[in-house]
Nanobody, 124 residues
Framework: EVQLVESGGGLAQAGGSLRLSCAAS????????IGWFRQAPGEEREGVSCISNSDGSTYYADSVKGRFTISSDNAKNTVYLQMNSLKTEDTAVYYC?????????????????WGQGTLVTVSS
């Protein structure tokens, strides 16, 4: 069974940090692009950050550049999203998704599997 499981969400204060994890199973991890998306209540889903496990290329939304860092541990089939200098507007449910295409296609919503999400709440 192909599965993505997110963890690491929770409550943080503005200016604080959290690290999200996306553990993958049942797929050839090295072949996939993994993306982190978020959705706040009443808002559209936003592509936050992506990493290509085949060539290591990354993407960051302008809203998180310089604050978030995506990384991949291929030995553990896990992608991490280190979130620093958190802002209240980072509050959302964060999902990870895996796709066999490119970073561009996964940002357009073409992915094979996505996780159940983890809630991040940033208080002022």
């Amino acid at each position: 069974e192909v599965q993505l499981v997110e963890s690491g969400g929770g409550l943080a204060q503005a200016g604080g940090s959290l690290r999200l994890s996306c553990a993958a199973s049942g797929l050839s991890f090295d072949d996939y692009v993994i993306g982190w998306f978020r959705q706040a209540p009443g808002e559209e889903r936003e592509g936050v950050s992506c990493i290509s496990n085949s060539d290591g290329s990354t993407y960051y939304a302008d809203s998180v550049k310089g604050r978030f860092t995506i990384s991949s541990d291929n030995a553990k089939n896990t992608v991490y999203l280190q979130m620093n200098s958190l802002k209240t507007e980072d509050t959302a449910v964060y999902y990870c998704a895996a796709g066999l295409g490119t970073i561009a296609t996964i940002l357009r919503g073409y992915f094979e599997v996505w996780g159940q999400g983890t809630l991040v709440t940033v208080s002022s």
